[in-house]
């Protein structure tokens, strides 16, 4: 008999990488997974009215299209095409400070030691807003000699620099011009429930999937953000499958 069921729940998904078969990465807070099929088709048409006699399907093709919660270095990373870098990592420091006389000199003390070599511009900020630029003098560890008019004692500055981060869990992701997301062996695990009132397990298998590199990373005050992934099914070379669809029980 025909079982028949409904499909409502996301799947999990996982990449495995097609030359080694162990798993890059596994998305369990997708709320979308979406298996897209297209074809091509030629007509036949003739008669009078010049109607549709015969129909042809070909070109069958077929996108997984992903949308994820949340992101992670590992997904940002692959959609980079790139390692996740840990070491080396310069970033840039915004600090808002306070001139201190330090015996007889004008100081402004930063949270992190600028990065040497590199540029540091230090404002006025009354009230938050920058004004005039400050002079900067001699840079001793996180510390930075001010002089000037205006560089006067308890007056609020804005300082603006880089410097290298050092421990901690800092991650750096770059994007290259000549790097791009890879392909890979994806499976889905999901349920579909049967007209019976029960779930049964249901895997979707595709031998190769390639991650495109188009997607975008909105910053929004108003919405959370959602994250992305879309797959290009690729025809596995000798069998001309897509995917397999698999139930299991």
């Known amino acids: 008999m025909n079982k028949q069921y409904g499909l409502k729940e996301v799947a999990n998904v996982i990449f495995f990488n097609i030359e080694t078969n162990k798993p890059e990465i596994f998305f369990d807070t997708l709320k979308v997974s979406t298996i897209e099929n297209e074809s ?3 007509e036949a048409r003739g008669g009078q009215g010049n109607n549709k006699l015969l129909s042809w399907d070909y070109g069958r ?8 919660a949340l992101l992670s270095d590992n997904s940002l990373a692959m959609l980079a095409g790139n390692e996740v870098q840990k070491e080396g990592i310069v970033a840039v420091g915004r600090d808002v400070a306070t001139i201190v006389d330090n015996a007889g000199t004008m100081t402004v003390e930063l949270k992190n030691a600028p990065k040497s070599g590199r ?4 404002y006025l900020a009354p009230n938050g807003v920058i004004t005039d630029e400050v002079t900067v ?6 510390s930075v000699e001010v002089s000037g008019a205006n560089a006067t004692e308890g007056a609020k500055v804005m300082a603006f620099y880089e410097y290298d981060v050092v421990g901690g869990n800092a991650t750096q992701v770059t994007f290259s011009g000549d790097k791009f997301p890879a392909t890979y062996r994806v499976v889905g695990q999901t349920y579909g ?3 019976d009132g029960k779930d049964h397990e249901m895997q979707f298998i595709i031998p190769q999937a ?7 990373l909105t910053m929004d005050v108003e919405n959370v953000s959602v994250f992305d992934f879309n797959l290009e099914v690729l025809v596995e070379q000798g069998t001309n499958k897509l995917y397999d669809i698999i139930r299991l029980g």
């Open 210 to 216: 390639k991650l495109q590199s188009t997607f975008s």
């Open 40 to 42: 091509e088709s030629a």
């Open 137 to 142: 003098g001699t840079v001793t560890d996180k």
């Open 193 to 195: 429930r049967g007209r």
């Open 119 to 122: 540029p540091i511009a230090i």
């Open 61 to 68: 093709t077929a996108t997984l299209t992903l949308q994820d």
